[in-house]
C-alpha cells in the first residue's frame, strides 16, 4: 500500500484547513454561493438536489482496511450510514451538512484520503484496472504509473484550468477493466521487442454528449518518457482546447476536429521540447513507489478440492472469483448489486465487515471497481468458504458478477441536479426481474449500464445494452443503445430508435434479452457476440414491431 509522504500529508492539511476557513465565512455570509462555488468545487463539494455532495478520491481505486473503515465512520458521523461507489473508482457521500465538511475533509487526511481534484477543470483522479497487482494476464502492476501521474498532476500550477476536467485511465493488462479507450487519455502498458516496459497512448475518447473512441496517438512510448509526453499532450490541449463552448472543450472535440495526425506532430513537437527541459524522474522516487506496491508475500497452504462445495458457495465461485496471477489465490469480486439494491451504495457496516474480510483474508486490500463493485484481490483458495460465509452475512454474496443484474447505474434523479431521468429505480426493477440467479447465469455476461442524463456517467454508450434517460416535455423517457464495449475492442452502442416511457424500459430490456436467448446459437455465444453476428434488425423488431402492428391496423 502507498502511503502518502510527509509533503503530501501537509499539502492536504494545508488544504483542509484554508477550506475550514473558506466554509466559516460562507457560513457567516461574507462569501456569496458564487464566489464559494469554485473553492468548494477545487475540494470536491457539489450542490446537488437535496443537499452537498462530497467526492472522495480512491487512487487507482486501491483502499486497506483502515481507511474503509474511515470510511464507515464518516458515513456514521456526518452522513446517513452509507456511501455511493461510483465509476471512477471514487466515493461520494450525499448527505454531508457544510458546517462538517472540514471535519470530514480532517478524517479523511488522517487516513491518508483527500476529496482533492475530484471535481474541476482539472486532472481528475487517475484510475486503473481494479485487479493491479493480482491478475492472471497483468503485464506490469499499472499502479506506480497512476501514483506518478497523481503526484505529477496534484496542483500542476499549469494545468488546473484546463479548457475542461480531464480523465486518465492505466491499464497494465491486455485485457482494459480501465475502460482506456474511453478517457481523455488511456495507457496500455506494454513492452516492446527488447522486453523493455512502455506504453501505447490513447487520446481523445470520453463518453457524455458526444461519445468518442480514443485514437492511438503513440504506439510505444518509452517509460522514461511518460512525464514528458503527458505534459506535451496536456499543454497542446490547454493552448488549443476550445474555451468558448463547454460542450466542445473536452480534448477529444481537439482531436477530432484538428485531425489525429495533425494532433500527433503538435505533440510531438511539443514532446521534444519538454523531454529536453524536464527533469527526468529520479530512479529513486520510482522505486519507492514500486516498493509500495509490491506484491504480497502470498502463503502456500493446500488448495482444497472445493468443486464438492454447496450450490451457492460454488455458484459464487463460478461467477465471482478470478484468477489470480498466483494459482493458489483468487480475485474475489464483490458485487455492491444486490437484488433491488441500490448499485454502488455500501452501508457503513458493510463497509467494516469488507474491512475485516480485507484484513483477514485479502492481505488488508480492497478495491474499487469502475463498474461499482468492490475487490478482494489476494484469497488463498483455501479461505473462499470463510470469505463466501463472511460476505453472506452481511448481505455481500450476490453471485452476479458480470451478469444482468451486475448493473452500473449513475445517481440519476434520485440525487443528480443534472439528472433529467431517473436511473437508480431503473436498474432496480431489472435485477428484480431476473432474480433468480439461476436464469442470470443462463443469460450469461451482460453488462446494462445507465444513465440519467447525456453526460453519460453510467457508462451507457459502452454497455451490452445501454439506457439513457431524458426528459421529453417533462416526461421521462428512456433511449436504448446496443452492442456498446467499454474493454480492448471497445465499441459504441448504436440507438435503437425512439425512445420508451418509465413505465415501458423495463419491458423494453426484457424483450431483447428474450430475442437473445431464443437466437443464440447456443450458450457460449455471449449477448454481444450475438448481437455482432445478427445485427440490429431482430432486436430492432423485438423492441418496436407490437408498435408498427399497432400502427397498421
Ligand atoms: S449521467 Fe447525468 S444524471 Fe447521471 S450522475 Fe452523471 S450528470 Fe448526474
New binding site residues.
Given amino acids: 500500500m502507498y502511503d502518502y509522504t510527509d509533503f503530501d500529508a501537509a499539502f492536504v492539511r494545508n488544504r483542509v484547513a484554508e477550506f475550514r476557513d473558506q466554509v466559516a465565512r460562507r457560513l457567516d455570509g461574507s462569501l456569496t454561493e458564487d464566489e464559494f462555488k469554485p473553492l468548494r468545487l477545487m475540494n470536491g463539494l457539489y450542490l446537488q438536489l437535496h443537499a452537498y455532495m462530497l467526492r472522495v478520491a480512491i487512487p487507482y481505486g486501491t483502499l486497506n482496511a483502515r481507511k474503509m473503515r474511515q470510511l464507515a465512520h464518516i458515513a456514521d458521523t456526518w452522513d446517513k450510514g452509507y456511501g455511493h461507489f461510483t465509476t471512477r473508482q471514487n466515493i461520494q457521500f450525499n448527505w454531508p451538512k457544510l458546517r462538517d465538511v472540514p471535519d470530514i475533509l480532517d478524517a479523511l487526511a488522517d487516513v491518508g484520503l483527500h476529496a482533492i481534484q475530484t471535481s474541476g477543470n482539472c486532472i481528475r483522479n487517475v484510475t486503473a484496472d481494479h485487479f493491479a497487482g493480482a491478475a492472471a494476464d497483468e503485464i506490469e502492476d499499472p499502479r506506480p504509473t497512476a501514483e506518478l501521474i497523481r503526484q505529477w498532476s496534484t496542483d500542476h500550477p499549469e494545468f488546473a484550468y484546463l479548457p475542461r476536467k480531464f480523465k486518465v485511465a492505466v491499464t497494465g493488462s491486455p485485457n482494459d477493466r480501465a475502460v482506456t479507450k474511453a478517457h481523455d487519455i488511456g495507457l496500455r502498458m506494454l513492452r516492446d521487442e527488447t522486453g523493455a516496459p512502455g506504453y501505447e497512448v490513447i487520446v481523445g475518447g470520453g463518453l457524455g454528449r458526444t461519445p468518442m473512441i480514443g485514437k492511438v496517438v503513440r504506439d510505444f512510448l518509452p517509460k522514461a518518457d511518460l512525464l514528458p509526453y503527458l505534459e506535451a499532450i496536456l499543454r497542446v490541449y490547454n493552448l488549443s482546447g476550445r474555451r468558448d463552448n463547454k460542450y466542445k472543450a473536452r480534448i477529444k472535440i481537439l482531436v477530432h476536429e484538428t485531425g489525429l495526425e495533425e494532433i500527433r506532430d503538435l505533440i510531438e513537437a511539443e514532446f521534444q521540447r519538454t523531454r529536453a527541459e524536464l527533469p527526468p524522474v529520479d530512479p529513486a522516487l520510482l522505486s519507492s513507489i514500486e516498493a509500495a506496491f509490491a506484491p504480497p508475500a502470498l502463503a502456500r497452504r493446500p488448495v482444497p478440492d472445493l468443486s464438492r462445495a454447496d450450490a451457492g458457495l460454488r455458484s459464487f465461485i463460478d461467477t465471482n472469483v478470478m484468477a489470480h496471477r498466483d494459482p493458489d489465490h483468487a480475485i474475489v469480486s464483490v458485487s455492491m448489486k444486490p437484488v433491488g439494491g441500490t448499485p454502488g451504495d455500501a452501508t457503513s457496516d458493510q463497509m467494516r465487515a469488507l474491512a475485516d474480510i480485507a484484513e483477514r483474508y485479502s492481505h488488508d486490500e480492497l478495491r474499487i471497481s469502475h463498474e461499482q463493485n468492490v475487490i478482494l484481490p489476494h484469497v488463498h483458495r483455501a479461505d473462499l468458504p470463510a470469505v463466501y460465509d463472511a460476505l453472506r452475512a452481511a448481505g455481500l454474496a450476490t453471485a452476479n458478477i458480470g451478469l444482468v443484474s451486475d448493473i452500473i447505474a449513475?445517481?440519476?434523479m434520485d440525487y443528480?441536479a443534472?439528472?433529467t431521468a431517473r436511473?437508480i429505480p431503473i436498474a432496480q426493477q431489472i435485477g428484480t426481474t431476473f432474480a433468480d440467479l439461476d436464469a442470470q447465469a443462463d443469460i450469461g455476461p451482460l453488462k446494462i449500464k445507465i444513465?440519467?442524463?447525456i453526460?453519460?456517467?453510467?457508462h451507457h454508450h459502452v454497455g451490452h445494452i445501454g439506457v439513457l434517460g431524458l426528459d421529453r416535455a417533462g416526461v421521462e423517457n428512456y433511449q436504448i443503445t446496443l452492442g456498446g464495449d467499454g474493454t480492448e475492442t471497445a465499441t459504441l452502442g448504436e440507438r435503437t430508435g425512439p425512445g420508451f416511457a418509465y413505465d415501458e424500459i423495463v419491458p423494453a430490456i426484457t424483450r431483447l434479452i428474450e430475442t437473445y436467448l431464443r437466437l443464440r446459437e447456443d450458450r457460449s455465444e455471449t449477448f454481444l457476440q450475438a448481437y455482432r453476428r445478427l445485427g440490429m434488425a431482430p432486436f430492432k423488431d423485438a423492441l418496436y414491431a407490437q408498435e408498427r402492428r399497432a400502427d397498421a391496423a
Fill in positions: 449513475c445517481p440519476g443528480c443534472l439528472a436511473s444513465s440519467g442524463c453526460n453519460a456517467c453510467g
